[in-house]
């Protein structure tokens, strides 16, 4: 899932539409979400237990990025980390 806070949804329409994104996108226009999870920065990244705590956290995007998350989530399935 994503949240968006920018306040540009025919912006985010496009971006979803360029990308092919397949999960849920939460249009935050309240900045709701931002202020729960105390988001600084964009892109911020969350990995989530089975418990629902937020057990990583990642601002902004760099790259070899998906490579650290792929290892965080094999560690919470029990995989190589």
Do not use: C, W
């Not at 226009?29 to 990995?47: D, M, S």
């Amino acid at each position: 899932m994503a949240v968006d806070a920018s306040n540009q949804k025919t912006r985010t329409l496009k971006v979803i539409e360029k990308t092919g994104v397949t999960f849920g996108i939460l249009l935050d226009n309240k900045k709701v979400a931002k202020e729960l999870y105390k988001i600084r920065g964009t892109p911020t990244t969350f990995v989530i237990d089975a418990d629902g705590m937020i057990v990583f956290r990642h601002v902004d995007y760099y790259p070899g990025m998906e490579t650290v998350l792929e290892k965080e989530i094999q560690s919470l399935a029990g995989g190589p980390a």
